[in-house]
């Protein structure tokens, strides 16, 4: 049984190490893997549109002091240029603070994968860093115009390169002709294997300029189907509605089987 913990959002320090304590992260961080953060910066604006910093640094600090591995920081945009976004939103600075690195997604060398049980992405281009990479989506809680909610499923999207996926929009070719079975197959390729949501305050309607709603909870979990369905919910959803979760029910983890942990 999976386990999702749900905690009084206080600070990003203390909120986000007590949820990965409550479900053991520290004793299963990886100790000779690359370490991957990847926050959801869609575009340059502000929390709650996007990851907090100071989320993404609490994350840092945790893994940092529970495991030797070295620790980066991913994404690829959606809008604009990744660099920018990392520059305008703080990351910038707070990879020089630490000697972090930043990746860009959409500029990465890659690997083209195969698979015939995915739902549409038969071929999918992958950043070669990510690969063998353990991944920790960091999205925001948010309402999404295409699959009712982004959370940490969908906040995969960023690991696909714009230079293959892009039109509109540098990942617009991911929302054709299933948004929702997108999300799935992204994730068969690579799915997150932890994820962190800042619930703390959510953003309902839409996910580029919906309306701030506090929430105050983070959710930590290494099951994204479980923690998804739960997010799902606190923006007021029923999860059996949403076809990416139906559909990655059972296969990227579980709907139903799980034990929230409150703290």
């Known amino acids: 049984m999976s386990k999702v913990a749900q905690v009084k959002f206080v600070d990003y320090k203390s909120s986000i190490a007590k949820a990965l304590d409550l479900i053991g992260a520290g004793d ?104 063998d990479a353990y991944v920790i989506s960091l999205p925001v809680l948010k309402d999404h115009s295409f699959t009712e909610t982004t959370i940490a499923m969908k906040n995969m999207f960023g690991i696909a390169p714009g230079k293959f996926y892009s039109g509109g929009w540098n990942k617009s070719k991911l929302h054709s002709p299933s948004t929702d079975k997108s999300v799935v197959d992204v994730c068969l390729y690579k799915k997150p294997d932890l994820s962190i949501v800042d619930a703390s305050v959510a953003l309902t309607g839409m996910h580029l300029s919906g309306r701030p709603k506090n929430i105050g909870l983070i959710l930590a979990s290494f099951d994204p189907v479980a923690v998804d369905t739960i997010g799902s919910e606190l923006l007021g959803h029923n999860p059996n509605d949403l076809p990416f979760l139906t559909l990655a029910d059972n296969i990227l983890g579980s709907m139903h089987n799980f034990e929230i942990i409150q703290g």
């Open 28 to 131: 299963n961080l990886p100790q000779d893997r690359l370490i991957i953060i990847k926050p959801n910066l869609t575009l340059a604006s502000p929390p709650p549109v996007t990851t907090d910093v100071k989320a993404a640094e609490a994350v840092y600090q945790y893994c940092k002091a529970h495991t030797k591995a070295t620790i980066a920081i991913g994404e690829g945009c959606g809008s604009g240029t990744t660099a920018d976004v990392y520059e305008q939103l703080g990351y910038t600075k707070l990879a020089k603070k630490y000697g972090i690195e930043l990746i860009d997604f959409n500029d990465a060398e890659t690997v083209t994968l195969e698979n015939k049980n995915a739902f549409q992405l038969k071929r999918f281009h992958m950043p070669k860093i990510v690969q």
